[in-house]
Every structure is written in structure tokens, then in C-alpha cells.
């Protein structure tokens, strides 16, 4: 009796383990099956142009923003097409035939785009007028860059790219060394006591960028005193001479080269400056004329990677 009773015991345990077992595996299985299904998280973003609703972490993104794509690179979140006819130097991984070419920075082909049927386009200025026919393909993003208020502009985008992609910690951290960076800057230049001028070369032409301009980063957010604080804001600037440039006698001078970025010239920025007039300014005398990388300021400001080196070349002039 003893014997049967003991065996009925182990049975009912047994058969309770057994049921237990799999009501486990039966709810892991459950958990697994929801996990795939679970409907993606949406998100709504609302920027200049619009209030746009779309899903986090978008795998099929299409881009129109260098500086954006810099900052995409630096957070590890892969394209699928771009405009490829003049993608700076520093991100020319993304001439692969692996990424889709788009069309250009001012002619996007629109039939390419609504071939490849992106989870999220991304525009910028240059595009802005085009926004309503991005928007009939996908979900549309509109990231301007403002020179005028640069740093501001640019830790707007990139709160929306952090939360876009879920990768807000990350870009805390970026605008903070980005920030850290700049303010050591402009100490070190507030301390220098000197002015600057900032001119792009374009051919046998130059203008000049000061306050507020699409380049016053240099003023407004690295310290230098503006060599003349009445230069025209125009977003091309204000067409200026070797007479002007001797005239204001700048402490350090600040150049891009638009000719060598389109790719459209002979005469390079450093040729042009090359002359006897140049010599007489303070700028040649203590070799403060400074060529900057003009493939990122001109066509790929705004990005992660990309404005650290902007601090970091006007750091580098200093020292």
C-alpha cells in the first residue's frame, strides 16, 4: 500500500513539473511570437514646415543634407540613397554603388526616390521648396541649418535625428563635446584679442561674410571680433577687393574655396591670395591667413563629425 501510494505521489508530481514546463515554454513562445509582431513605436515630429508622424528607428532613409548624412555616419545609421554628384571628401565612403544616387542637391529625381520606398526622407534648405513633393513619397523631415545661430540649429536637428532613431543619449553626449570644444575656443580667441574677416574665393571674385551671415560661427560662436561689423548678411555675401581686404588690415583671415567645392575652376583660393597686395595685411605678415576644408563648410556644415573639425582647424590657426 505504502508502495502504491508513494508511486501515485511521484506521478502527480511529475505530471505538474511536466505542466508547469510547458506553460513556461507556452508563454516564452507567446512573448517571442508578440515581440515580432508588436507594431513598430511611431513617433511625431514637428519642424518648420510641418508636424510629420512616423516610425522610430526608419530602416529605409533617404538624405538631401550633407551635414545630416555626417551626423547619421557618426551615429552608425545606414542610407540607402543620397545625391552622389558632390559628396565631400570626407564622406566619400557613400560614392558605393550600394548606396542609390537621388538626383542632385537641387534636382532630386523623384522617380528614383519613389522606386526605393523610403521610411523617411530628410531635406534642407536647398530642398525646401520641393517639400510637398517629398512629402507624397514618405514621411518628409526638414533640418535647416541656420549660419546666424549655428550651435542653436544645430542642436535642434540633431534632437530630432536622436529622436528619430532612438539615439538620444548618443547625441547628448556629441553636442556636448561639440559644446565643451566651442566654449574652450572662445575663451582662448576672446583672450587673443583679435579680429578677423571671413571671405570665400570664387575664381578671380571674393566676398566677404560678417555678423550673422551663413559663416558668422566665427564671430557669434568662436570669438573673433568682426573686422567690420557692417559687412552685408546677403547669403552671398558681399563682393569685396585687395583694397578692402588692406584697408581693414585683418589680424587673421578666414578662406574657403568655392571654385576648388564645385569643381569648376583653375584659379585655386591660394593662387588668388598669392599676390603683393596680401602681403602688406597683418594676416600674411604673422601667417594667420587660414584655407579652410571648403568641401565642409560650404556644402556639409551641420553635422557631428564636421563641426568638431570646423572648431578644430580654427583651434589648430590659433595655436
Not at 149 to 159: A, C, E, I, R, T
Amino acid at each position: 500500500m505504502k508502495l502504491k501510494k508513494l508511486a501515485l505521489t511521484l506521478t502527480v508530481a511529475l505530471s505538474a513539473f511536466a505542466l508547469a514546463a510547458c506553460s513556461q515554454n507556452t508563454n516564452t513562445k507567446t512573448s517571442e511570437l508578440s515581440e515580432k509582431s508588436e507594431v513598430p513605436k511611431e513617433i511625431t515630429i514637428t519642424h518648420e514646415l510641418d508636424e510629420v508622424t512616423l516610425n522610430v528607428n526608419p530602416e529605409r532613409i533617404i538624405v538631401f543634407d550633407y551635414g545630416v548624412l555626417d551626423s547619421l555616419d557618426a551615429l552608425g545609421e545606414e542610407v540607402i540613397g543620397l545625391p552622389k554628384s558632390n559628396i565631400p571628401t570626407h564622406l566619400d565612403k557613400y560614392n558605393d554603388d550600394k548606396y542609390e544616387d537621388v538626383g542632385t542637391l537641387k534636382e532630386p529625381n523623384f522617380e528614383k526616390i519613389y522606386e526605393l520606398k523610403p521610411d523617411v526622407i530628410l531635406i534642407s534648405t536647398r530642398q525646401k521648396d520641393l517639400y510637398e513633393q517629398f512629402k507624397e513619397i514618405a514621411p518628409t523631415i526638414y533640418v535647416p541649418l541656420y549660419g546666424e545661430k549655428y550651435l542653436q540649429s544645430f542642436k535642434d536637428n540633431m534632437n530630432i535625428i536622436g529622436k528619430i532613431f532612438n539615439k538620444e543619449n548618443e547625441v547628448k553626449e556629441e553636442i556636448l563635446k561639440i559644446e565643451t570644444a566651442s566654449n574652450e575656443l572662445n575663451n582662448q580667441v576672446k583672450s587673443s584679442g583679435k579680429n578677423a574677416l571671413f571671405i570665400m574665393a570664387d575664381e578671380g571674385s571674393m566676398s566677404a561674410y560678417g555678423l550673422g551671415s551663413r559663416f558668422g560661427i566665427i564671430h557669434d560662436q568662436f570669438g573673433f571680433s568682426p573686422v567690420d561689423e557692417n559687412i552685408d548678411t546677403s547669403t552671398h555675401g558681399q563682393k569685396i577687393s585687395f583694397e578692402y581686404i588692406i584697408e581693414k588690415n585683418p589680424d587673421y583671415i578666414f578662406i574657403i574655396d568655392r571654385g576648388a567645392v564645385a569643381s569648376n575652376g583653375n584659379l585655386s583660393a591660394e593662387k588668388l591670395m598669392n599676390n603683393d597686395m596680401m602681403k602688406k595685411t597683418a594676416a600674411f605678415e604673422n601667417d594667420n591667413i587660414v584655407y579652410l576644408d571648403s568641401h565642409i563648410w560650404y556644402v556639409a556644415t551641420g553635422g557631428i563629425n564636421g563641426t568638431m573639425k570646423m572648431i578644430e582647424e580654427v583651434k589648430a590657426s590659433m595655436n
